[in-house]
């Protein structure tokens, strides 16, 4: 009997461990938003139209130092550069036809941590996946993003009265998730792309800076997976 596709209350039930951490990161950038003289609504606001997750932070800082706009969009556009490569990586495993509006929807809340999920989910149970299940995944994971930022900006006082290790705790709730996501998804055969990718980035961010190292790690990266594809596999189906 074929598998029965993943409903959208499915993809909500699915998104928990992703709302979960957005909850406290999100309410963390209310804060700084809010230190940084921002209204709660206006953190809520760059968290409706923008939804960049760590970039966030940055714009707020950089809007706040006296940055131009033009700047701190280039800025941020240069730091997210990574999510062209979403969704061509996601349409490479999806089986079935996408319905364009839901696709629209959808892919716009696709951030690092609802990729990683929806890679899961087409590796590992690929009949199982539906638009209907990933619309259940970005719009609740998008919801606790926008609620989290406006309630860190109206409670951004109380903050301080909290001890500083649940401070410094926030910072690293966002990078530990997208991590525990990548090593669920990862598979012996993406050793070398991966082995490459961190060398390079850590080489790139010692001798250069960390903005580079994004940049020169996602390059070596690619190439590292065209190397593997074109070079290696062909030669060991000459060999065979």
Not at 61 to 75: E, K, M, Q, R, V
Not at 123 to 145: T, V
Not at 154 to 164: G, I, S, T, W
Request: glycine letters at 6%; hydrophobic letters at 55%; one cysteine or more.
């Amino acid at each position: 009997m074929p598998a029965q596709t993943a409903t959208f209350w499915q993809g909500a039930k699915d998104s928990q461990a992703i709302v979960l951490t957005y909850l406290p990161v999100s309410f963390a950038f209310g804060v700084s938003a809010s230190q940084f003289g921002f209204t709660p609504w206006e953190a809520f606001f760059l968290s409706c139209s923008m939804y960049a997750g760590a970039s966030q932070f940055l714009v707020v800082a950089l809007l706040a130092s006296g940055s131009s706009i033009w700047l701190t969009a280039l800025t941020v556009i240069a730091l997210d550069i990574r999510h062209v490569l979403y969704g061509p990586a996601l349409y490479n495993l999806i089986p079935n036809k996408l319905n364009l509006k839901k696709t629209a929807i959808w892919a716009w809340g696709l951030t690092d941590e609802v990729f990683a999920s929806g890679m899961i989910q087409l590796s590992q149970r690929r009949q199982q996946w539906s638009e209907s299940w990933m619309l259940g995944l970005s719009l609740f994971s998008w919801m606790a993003w926008a609620s989290g930022s406006l309630l860190g900006g109206l409670f951004a006082d109380q903050v301080a009265h909290l001890p500083k290790f649940l401070q410094a705790a926030l910072d690293f709730l966002l990078p530990a998730l997208f991590l525990s996501f990548l090593l669920a998804a990862f598979e012996r055969k993406h050793s070398l792309v991966v082995a490459v990718s961190l060398v390079v980035s850590a080489l790139a961010c010692y001798w250069i800076n960390l903005s580079a190292a994004i940049f020169i790690g996602i390059f070596s990266g690619i190439l590292a997976g065209l190397f593997k594809h074109y070079v290696l596999k062909q030669h060991d189906e000459v060999e065979a």
